[in-house]
């Protein structure tokens, strides 16, 4: 079994930075075949934020050239450094990892809130 633990969120103006770290227990996120980010916004559905998978990043259009997704396996964390927020970038942000191809897991979401 796999746990993940977010943190990182909380509110910022626009403009403004925050880093968000995704802590995996359980087993190591080497052995993931994807791990990433998504976010749900009140009445929208989830969508992908970033995504590593095999060692590939894919990004939502929305977010390119501003968001940064990383990982270190020594400390079994995946972080997503996001820089210029924007008002629409407001969302609950769930760390995800998929692992032997079938089984995913998600954490629990912290809140990111962009003021204008």
């Known amino acids: 079994q796999v746990q993940l633990v977010e943190s990182g969120g909380g509110l910022v103006q626009a403009g403004g930075s925050l880093r968000l770290s995704c802590a995996a227990s359980g087993r190591s996120i080497f052995w993931a075949h994807a791990m990433g980010w998504y976010r749900q916004a009140p009445g929208n559905q989830r969508e992908l934020v970033a995504l590593?998978?095999?060692?590939?990043?894919n990004y939502a259009d929305s977010v390119k050239g501003r968001f940064t997704i990383s990982s270190d396996n020594a400390k079994n964390t995946v972080y997503l450094q996001m820089n210029s927020l924007k008002p629409e970038d407001t969302a609950v942000y769930y760390c995800?990892?998929?692992?032997?191809?079938?089984?995913?897991?998600w954490g629990q979401g912290t809140q990111v809130t962009v003021s204008s």
């Open positions: 995800y990892a998929r692992y032997d191809f079938t089984t995913s897991y």
């Open positions: 590593i998978t095999s060692g590939d990043t």
